[in-house]
């Protein structure tokens, strides 16, 4: 028997705000026959509790592709054990549908082994460039909060407008990968707020651009 490995970076997913979770597939096959191919995989999200206590570890399963592309016998060999994060990578699996493996023009059944890779990573604030009116102070910002950073977070720059009022405004992304971000990073800088910024003595308008990356969140117990 023969070991192929296929590995799958799959956009982040934000459903219910949580994070997903990087997914390799190892299928065990004989010489001779086409390897399933893959027609619809959801990656496994955080359970909202594994998520809470920024919990990182690996689950894996095996699995059997059946004749008609579904996937059954799904178990797990080495799972977590807590917090919900076993039963999110199976119930991400059991919807999964291939191509079945093929030999001698007819379907047959492929064994795999998942392996689930359950690991955060954070946005951090590069840089703050603030655009004024001359001789006015900068705006300070009194309160921060940044979405959850799936696997495809990256080098992202956000414009916005600052009222009088220090709540923001036209919030745009001007740089970002990968695109399928940008609505819950637009959302998060919505909700900042600041001192605005002061010109004699009196709040004016501003402009802002803020440059995000994201980094691995420590690991667990960290």
């Known amino acids: 028997m023969k070991a192929f490995v296929l590995m799958f970076a799959l956009a982040a997913c934000y459903c219910q705000g949580l994070p997903d979770a ?10 001779g026959g086409r390897l399933p191919i893959v027609i619809s995989q959801t990656s496994p999200l955080y359970s909202e509790e594994g998520y809470k206590h920024k ?35 199976v119930e991400a699996v059991s919807a999964w549908r291939f191509r079945p493996g093929m030999m001698g023009g007819r379907p047959f059944r492929v064994a795999a082994h998942v392996e689930i890779n359950y690991r955060l990573r954070r946005w951090r604030i590069v840089s703050t460039d603030y655009r004024t009116a001359p001789d006015a102070s900068e705006p300070v910002a009194t309160r921060r909060w940044l979405a959850n950073a799936g696997k495809s977070c990256g080098p992202t720059t956000l414009a916005l407008h600052i009222g009088t009022d220090g709540v923001p405004s036209d919030v745009r992304v001007v740089q970002t990968t990968p695109e399928s971000i940008n609505a819950k990073l637009i959302e998060s800088m919505r909700m900042w707020r600041f001192k605005a910024s002061l010109q004699n003595g009196l709040p004016v308008d501003a402009t802002a651009a803020v440059t995000l990356d994201c980094e691995p969140w420590p690991a667990s117990g960290n």
Not at 22 to 31: E, K, M, P, S
């Open 22 to 31: 990087d997914t390799t597939i190892t299928y065990q096959a004989g010489t």
């Open 55 to 89: 919990y990182q570890t690996i689950v894996k399963l095996s699995m059997v592709i059946g004749l008609d592309g579904k996937t059954e016998d799904i178990k797990v060999i080495e799972g977590a054990g807590l917090l919900g994060l076993d039963e999110r990578a």
